[in-house]
C-alpha cells in the first residue's frame, strides 16, 4: 500500500501540519519511505465522512444507481462510509438480502458500505422483520429503517424499539403520518394553496415525532429521527434532548439550503419526501444542527432515472441527488455563514453519524494509529453544478447550474486513494 | 399578452379588459348567419385533454373552428400517472405535427406549466384546467358574464362589484383563477365554505372569506356556486350532502335575500339539489346558459389574441 505524506494541510481548518498515511493508518513519527506527496497547502483535512442515509438502489433499480457508482458518487463527496436504505427491490429486511449489499460494497471498493435492515418486512408496516438475524449477519446491521414509509402504528414502532435494545440498535424513523399526507406533492403553506399541489402539513412530521420521543422514552430505547425539516420538529427534539432522552436527528443539505419556493417551477427536481420547506424552517434547522439539536447531517442521496423527473409534478418520483454536493451545501449555509466551524463539520458529518451506526473504523479524529479515513477539501474553490456530470448513474441534482463553494481533492479509505484531484482512482 | 395563458395572474387589467372587448365583438358574431372569422385560417389548434370534459372540449372546438382554425382532438385519457405515454411523449408527438396553440386539460397541478417551460413545444399553451390549481378561461367567461350583466350599472367595469364564490373553494381551479382575475379586474371577492373546504394560506389571497353564506349573499352582486364533487364526501370534509346542502348550497330561500340585480353563476357541471336547488338554477337570476355561450366568445378572443398577434379582430368596413 502506497505510503502518503500529506505537506502542510489543515486538519479541521487548524495550523497547518503534515500527516503521513502508511499501511493504512495515520502514522506518528519521521516521514520514511513516503512514495507519493500530496501537496496541501490551503487544504483542509477532514475525517472521512459517514452516510447515515443513502439509497444506493440495488439490488432492483440498477437503472437509477448500482452500489458502485452509489459508492463512487460518495467517495467524489468525500464519505468513506454509507449506509445503505433498505428500500431496495427485494426489500432489505432479511439477512440475505443486507449481506448481499453489504458484500457489493466491499467489491466496489470505493466506500465502505452498511446496510439498513428494514424494520418491517417488506416496507409494510405490519409484522417485524427479522430485526436479529440481520443484526448477527455479516452485514451487522445496526440501524434500522423503513424509510421512505413511516412506522406509523404506535404498538409495532414501540415494539421495534423495544427489541433492538438487545443488540444495540437504533430505529431510524421516517416520520410521515400516512392519514395527514394522503396524495401530499408540497409543504403545506400558502404556496401550495396557490399552486394547487395538495399540502404536506408540518404537524404530520412533528407528531410522529412527538410520539416516538414519548416512545423512545417509555421504553428506554434508542431513535433516531431522519430527515427533519421543520422548525417545530427541531424544537420537539430539543424538548426531548433536554429531558436526557435518548433522540438523535439527521438534517439533509437540501432542507439547510432550499426552500419551497422552488415548487413554482413545477419542476419535479425539487419534489422530495419529506418536503422543500420555508425560509423560517431553513433558519430553525441550520440553528438546530449549529446548536447540536441535530446531531448530524445526512444526505438521503436519492437517484432517480431521467423520466420519472422530466414529467408533470404529480407523476414524478420523491428524492434528489446528494452525495457529491454534501460538503460544499454544508460549507455554504453552515461554515461560511460562521454557524459551525470545521470541527463542528466533522462532529456532525463523520463522528457523529458513526457513533450513531456503531462503526469502529470511521468518525475517529485524525490520530496516530487510527484507520486512515481522510477527505482532503478546498474551502476556496467554487463550482458552478454541471448536472450532467455525476458519478452517480442518475441526474436529479436540484444544485445543476447553481455555483456552489469548495471542492473535494482527496479521499483516503484507510490509507487507500479513492479520489485524487477530485477524480475517481 | 404573454405567449401563453396558463394563469389568471399572467393577465395585467390591460390583457384581461382587451380580452373583454374582443370577446364582445366576437360574441356578436354569434347573432349572425355566418358564424365563422377567417382570423385563423391555416393555423392548428390542438386539444389535448387528458381528462374527460365534454363541455370544456366542445367549447374550445367551437370558439377554434369559428375563427378558421384546424383542430385535433387529442383524447390522452389514462394519462401518464397511470402507464399510458408521457405527458413528454404527447408533447412531441404534436410537436411534430406542427400545432400552433395546445389546449391542455390535464389532472396534474402544474401540467400546462410543464409543457409551455420544459422545451418540449413551441406553441402557445392553453390551460383548459389543470388539477386543482387553475382554469384561466372559465375565469374570464364569468368576469365576461359579469361585465355584461354588472358593468352598464357601474360605469363599465366590475370596480367594487362584490363576488361571492361559494363552495368547495379548496379543490376547485375554477375558485382560484376566479380569485386572480376578479381581484385584478377590481372586485371584491368573497369565498364562502366550511373551513375544511378553504386552502391554507387563503388570507394571503387579497379576498376576503367567511363561514357564513347567510351573511354574505345579500350584499353580493354575484353569487357564484362552486360544483362539489361527490367523492369529497369520503374525505370527510363535510359530514353529509344533507348538512352542506342546508349550510352552503342555493336554494329559493336564500335566493329571497338577493339584491334585485344579482345573479346566480354555476360553471357547470351542477349537482341539482346539492349546492343549487333546481329553481334557483332555472330562475331568471340564473345566468348559467349564458355562461356556456359566453364561453365560445371568451376562447375564441384568447386564442385569436394568442395565435393572431395584433391584427384586428375584424377588416376594415366589416359591420362586426
Redesign the interface.
Known sequence: MTTHLIKGVSVLGGTPTDLVIRDGVIASGPAEGVEEVIEAEGLIALPGLVDLHTHLREPGREDAETVETGTQAAAIGGFTAVHAMANTEPVADTAGVVEQVWRLGREAGYCDVYPIGAVTVGLAGEKIAELGAMADSAARVRVFSDDGHCVSDPLLMRRALEYVKAFDGVIAQHSQEPRLTEGA?MN????????????W?AVAEEAIIARDCLLAAHVGSRLHVCHVSTAGSVELIRQAKEKGWNVTAEVTPHHLLLTDELAA???PLYKVNPPLRSASDVEALRAGLADGTIDIVATDHAPHPH?DK??????AAFGMLGLETALSVVQQTMVDTGLLDWAGVAERMSYAPARIGRLADHGRPLEDGAPANIVLYDPKATRVVDGSETASLSRNTPYAGRELPGRVVATFLRGKATVLDGKLQ | MKRHLLSAADLTREDAELVLSTADEMRSLADRPIKKLPALRGRTVVNLFFEDSTRTRISFEAAAKRLSADVINFSAKG???SKGE???DTALTLEAMGADAVVIR??????P??LA??GWVRSSVVNAG?????HPTQALLDAFTMWRHLGPRNGGTLDGQRIAIVGDVLHS?VA?SNALLLRTLGAEVTLVAPPTLL????D??GVETSYDLDGVIPKADAVMMLRVQRERMNGGFFPTAREYSRRYGLDGRRMATLQDHTIVMHPGPMVRGMEITADVADSDRSVIVEQVTNGVAVRMAVLYLLLGGSEPAHTEGDDL
Open positions: 406533492q403545506e403553506g400558502e404556496l401550495s394553496g396557490r399552486l394547487g399541489l395538495a399540502g402539513p417551477t413545477y419542476d423520466e422530466d414529467c408533470e409534478w404529480a407523476a | 394519462s401518464s400517472l408521457s405527458l413528454k390535464h389532472g396534474a397541478s402544474g401540467a406549466h410543464r417551460h420544459s389543470d388539477g386543482t390549481h387553475e381551479r382560484r386552502p391554507v394560506g387563503v394571503t389571497w
